[in-house]
């Protein structure tokens, strides 16, 4: 009886072998036998996995926090201080032209001067970031409408549980035949509407 006991664990230990070695040489094939790191592999996402090796589909994109109307305020310095201010300002921030893209938005200014100029932006982790050239862009300032080119940079930022966002925009605009470059940075802050 000692026989068949030692007989039977004897089995058992070579079929566990086999099991698990079958398991390793599964993962051997896929990755030289080493645990395999699975999360976000895009580095556009707010839950990035710098370790990541295998994509897991959970990225999350911080784009959908920021999408919204929103009014507030914009009170640039320098060479626009009296072409770009308003103390209601309205503006939505809307999914981007490319829908491959889960980082990329538009803002969209309502009544404003820069009314005409939707602009293109990027959800970054924590903020939107906007860095953009336009040609040719129409703006009136003081009753007349003039072409100017223009380059917006800067970042926005929610806070106080998403429902405010606050930012500068640097601007500098070169109306095309008249003036040259003219530069200002523009904070702006505002509230999401409900």
Do not use: H, W
């Not at 566990?16 to 556009?44: F, H, I, K, P, Q």
């Not at 309205?90 to 990329?104: H, K, N, R």
């Not at 953009?132 to 072409?147: C, K, M």
């Not at 109306?175 to 003219?182: H, K, Q, R």
């Amino acid at each position: 009886m000692n026989r068949i006991s030692i007989f039977s664990y004897a089995s058992l230990f070579l079929l566990s072998l086999l099991v698990l070695s079958c398991t390793n040489d599964a993962d051997d094939e896929n990755n030289g036998g080493e645990m395999v790191t699975s999360g976000c592999t895009d580095e556009r996402a707010s839950n990035y996995d710098p370790d990541a090796v295998e994509d897991d589909g959970t990225c999350e994109y911080s784009r959908s926090r920021y999408l919204g109307d929103y009014l507030g305020m914009i009170n640039c310095d320098g060479a626009l201080t009296n072409v770009v201010q308003s103390d209601s300002l309205a503006f939505s921030l809307v999914e981007g032209f490319d829908l491959d893209d889960p980082t990329q938005m538009r803002i969209i200014f309502e009544n404003s001067v820069l009314s005409p100029v939707p602009l293109t932006a990027n959800s970054i982790g924590d903020s939107v970031v906007v860095d953009q050239s336009l040609q040719q862009v129409p703006l009136e300032i003081g009753g007349a409408t003039v072409s100017a080119d223009i380059e917006a940079n800067g970042a926005l930022n929610l806070y106080d549980n998403d429902t405010k966002v606050s930012g500068t925009l640097m601007l500098a605009a070169k109306i095309n035949g008249v003036v040259d470059t003219l530069f200002s940075n523009c904070p702006l802050e505002a509230d999401k509407l409900q």
